[in-house]
C-alpha cells in the first residue's frame, strides 16, 4: 500500500489544478486518471470562457505565463438578443477594465496543467490508472485501482467530472434535472472580423453564443432542445454554417466550418454534500449548470482555490480528512453555487416560458437595463470579481 496525504482522482483541468496549487505544500499528492491529455490536431471545439478572477488563479499557480498566447482570446465586450428586440451591451471599456474575460480551448490548458504536473516534486502520477474500490476507514482514505495497485491517503478528492464515480461509491447524493436539450458545440472560421466581441442570442429555438477565437474564428455553443441539435448535427457542413449565419443574424457575414459539430445532453446537477469524512469533490463532481453563462469552470477553478487555500493552512500535524475541517471548504463555495445554479436556471425558464405577455416583459428588463449604466457595470464587476 503506498502512502500519501492527498489522493486526486480525476486529471482534467479541476484535478490537476488543484495538484498544482499545492505544489509548495508540505502534502505528498497522488494523482490518478484514466488517459493524459493530448492537443487536437486542429482548433478544439470544447471552449471555456475565463473570467479575470481566474486567470489571477492560473497565474497564482503558474499556468498561466506558459500558454500559448496565439491561441487565447480576450474578451473586449459582449453583446446579448433578447428574442423579441431586447438587446444589452457590455464593454470592458465602460467598465474601466482591459476585458472581460478570456477564451481559452480546454485541451490548451489541460495539457499545460498535465506538463507542469509531470515535473512537480511532491506529486505522483499514476495514468494510465482506473479505479476500482473506495473504502473510507476512520483514520485514512484507501482506495484500489483495477491494476492491482493500493493507495492511501489522509483525504480523497472527486475530480472525476459530472458522471462522478468517486461520488457514487462514497454514496453522495446528485439530484439531476435533465433540461430536455443539448449544447451544440463547432468552430468557424469567419467572413468579417470579430473585434473581440462575444455575441449572445435568446432564440425561440434556444440560446446561441459566439465566442472569438484568434483571426477570424469563432466557437458556437447552441443550447437547444434534443430534436433541434441532432438535426443540426446531421446537416452538411455548408447547410450548419448557413443555419448558424442566419440564426446570428450575419453579424461576421458567411462562416466557413473548422470542427464538426458535436452536441452533449445538458442538465441541472446539485449536490446537498460535497464533503463527507476523508472525502470533498470539486468542479463538475460537486455540481452542473447551464451553460448559458459559460461560468462552470470558474466555479470549478473557483473550488480548487478554496480547498487548496484550506488545505495548504493547516498545520503538518493536523488531520486534514476530518469532516468538521473540510465542511469549511463546503460552507465557503455552497453560497456562490447555488447563487450562479439558481441564476443560470431562472435566466434560461424566463426565456424559455412562452406565456402570452412575459415576452415583451423580459425584452423590455433588457433594454431597461442597457440605459441603465450603473446597474449593467455593477452586474459586470460582480462577475469580474466574484467568478
Known amino acids: 500500500m503506498q502512502q500519501f496525504d492527498l489522493i486526486i482522482v480525476g486529471g482534467g483541468l ?58 487565447v482570446t480576450p474578451i473586449r465586450a459582449m ?76 483525504l480523497l478528492v472527486g475530480a472525476d467530472g459530472r458522471d462522478s464515480w468517486v461520488r457514487q461509491a462514497a454514496g453522495l447524493a446528485a439530484v439531476n434535472t435533465p433540461y430536455g436539450e443539448k449544447g451544440l458545440v463547432a ?21 446561441l453564443a459566439y465566442l472569438p477565437l484568434p483571426g477570424n474564428r469563432i466557437s458556437i ?12 448535427c446531421a446537416l452538411l457542413p455548408e447547410q450548419l454554417c448557413d443555419r448558424v449565419a442566419e440564426a446570428g443574424e450575419h453579424v461576421l457575414g458567411g462562416l466557413e466550418l473548422l470542427t464538426p459539430a458535436v452536441a452533449f445532453p445538458l442538465r441541472l446537477m446539485r449536490v446537498p454534500q460535497t464533503v463527507a469524512p476523508r472525502l470533498a469533490l470539486v468542479g463538475d463532481a460537486a455540481h452542473g449548470i447551464h451553460p448559458l453563462s459559460g461560468h462552470g469552470i470558474n466555479l470549478g477553478f473557483q473550488d480548487v482555490s478554496e480547498l487548496a487555500k484550506l488545505l495548504s493552512n493547516a498545520q503538518p500535524w493536523f488531520d486534514i480528512g476530518q469532516e468538521r475541517f473540510l465542511q469549511r471548504y463546503q460552507r465557503a463555495r455552497r453560497e456562490e453555487t447555488v447563487l450562479m ?12 416560458d412562452s406565456s402570452p405577455g412575459l415576452g415583451p416583459l423580459r ?5 431597461l437595463t442597457n440605459r441603465l449604466p450603473f446597474v449593467k457595470n455593477s452586474l459586470v464587476r460582480y462577475a469580474l470579481g466574484a467568478f
Open 79 to 154: 453583446r446579448v438578443h433578447g428574442d423579441g428586440g431586447g438587446r444589452i451591451d457590455f464593454s470592458a471599456f465602460e467598465t474601466g477594465v482591459s476585458e472581460l474575460g478570456w477564451i481559452l480551448e480546454s485541451s490548451l490548458m489541460a495539457c499545460e496543467f498535465w506538463e507542469s504536473a509531470k515535473r512537480q516534486a511532491n506529486l505522483a502520477l499514476f495514468c494510465p490508472a482506473k479505479p476500482a474500490q473506495l473504502e473510507l476507514r476512520q483514520d485514512a482514505a484507501v482506495l484500489s485501482l483495477s491494476d492491482g495497485a493500493v493507495l492511501s491517503g489522509k
Open 14 to 71: 479541476a484535478g490537476a489544478s488543484l495538484a498544482l496549487a499545492l505544489r509548495d505544500s508540505r502534502l505528498r499528492i497522488a494523482l490518478v486518471e484514466t488517459q493524459a491529455p493530448h492537443p487536437p490536431a486542429n482548433w478544439d471545439a470544447r471552449i471555456y470562457a475565463i473570467s479575470p478572477a481566474n486567470v489571477s488563479f492560473l497565474e497564482a499557480i503558474g499556468a498561466w505565463k506558459h500558454l500559448d498566447m496565439t491561441r
Open 221 to 232: 455553443v447552441w443550447s437547444t432542445r434534443d430534436e433541434h441539435a441532432d438535426d443540426l
Open 363 to 367: 425584452n423590455l428588463g433588457l433594454n
Open 341 to 352: 445554479q439558481s441564476a443560470t436556471d431562472g435566466l434560461h425558464r424566463l426565456f424559455r
Open 187 to 207: 468552430n468557424f472560421a469567419t467572413e468579417k472580423p470579430h473585434r473581440n466581441i462575444a455575441y449572445q442570442w435568446f432564440r425561440d429555438d434556444g440560446v
